[in-house]
């Protein structure tokens, strides 16, 4: 029970910290122009690029949070999140 409570609280962590880094290096309004069209193919590319490492990063993590099989196990589980585009 507990560790699951632990898994549960580990998941959510990583989601909210993804958004927030992801937000820091790439605001949402940069995303809404994006998606209209307001910058250059490349620039987008990026911007989609960046967004899929951070999706990418969060599953990995969430696969192995819920594989894990203690609450210790959890715990050393460190995010690697991009830093920049």
């Known amino acids: 029970m ?8 580990k998941i959510e962590y990583f989601n909210q910290l993804s958004f927030e880094l992801r937000n820091n290096i790439l ?16 620039t987008s590319g990026q911007y989609l690029s960046l967004i899929q490492n951070f999706r990418t990063e969060f599953y990995r993590l969430k696969d192995l ?12 589980i460190e ?6 585009l």
């Open 79 to 84: 995010a690697d999140f991009p830093e920049s």
């Open 65 to 76: 949070i819920e594989n894990a099989e203690s609450v210790e196990e959890v715990n050393c």
């Open 27 to 42: 605001p949402d309004y940069k995303l809404t122009n994006a998606s209209l069209g307001v910058y250059a193919e490349q």
């Open 2 to 9: 507990l560790l699951d409570i632990e898994k549960a609280r």
